[in-house]
């Protein structure tokens, strides 16, 4: 598990400060592009979220009032739908020490497993900042592990989570994101135990805020060609194309190309 930890970490430290410096790929290329003309970033196709996250126990119950959070990690990916919505999936790992036994049980530590769909939408503020919002429900496990004087013992108790998340991103180019997301949880538990303690094991909530960095694949085929590539495209129309290079030949093939896929699929989505 801190090999995980440590991997998300050195990935999130690594694109945020290289990030600026990355521009060996045509999508990073015409992102820079479109943020310095203002034009508008193309619509996400697909994303993946790499995530650090700190979770409270909060609430009236054995995790609230028995346990403390402690750094966790997670990943979500997530393919959209019209008009900004999406649907998506997330696995998330949360680790946490027993701080009252007389509530809790009798064990030392806990990690917190979910696994969960979700639905939300994205609303772009501006080429730069961001803010999504989805709610998930799924699957989640508290794995508990006794010290060597408890007896070395392992159990767990299982459960559904409903997990509201927000987030507001700041865009460092068209592919990557850095973003801050705190997010709520609400657990039900299938606990057996005394009549008289239901209440305290039924459920248990957490408040979770996260860092981390998102990727995104976006539909470039779609955007209009900006400002640098149009005159291009034209000053190449323009002159004899037997005086054209073959390097100039090939730059001319696929800014026609891509201007004519552009154009078609306007023309079927007029058609619809």
Sequence with gaps: MRSIFKFILTVIIVVVSDSSFAQDSQDNVRSQDSLQNNTSIPKRLFVTDLYL???IPTGDNFAGNGLEGGIGYGVRMQFYLPKNFYLGGSLTQD??????TAIAGEYSRATKFNAYLFAGYDYD???YWGLTGDIGYGYSQNKNRQNSSQGNGKFR???NVLRITTSAEYKLNSSTS???SPSFEMVSYNIKTARELQNR???ANYFNVAIGVRLS???YSSVPLNKTDNQELIEL???NREELSIKEKRRLYFLKKREERRLRRERRRRNR
């Excluded at 680790?95 to 009252?100: I, K, L």
């Design 53 to 55: 996250q700190r979770g």
């Design 95 to 100: 680790f946490m020490n027993v701080t009252n």
């Design 125 to 127: 503020l501006n080429d």
């Design 157 to 159: 108790d299982t459960g």
């Design 178 to 180: 850095f973003y801050i």
């Design 201 to 203: 094991f039924d459920n």
């Design 217 to 219: 694949s976006r539909d």
């Design 237 to 239: 129309q323009n002159r």
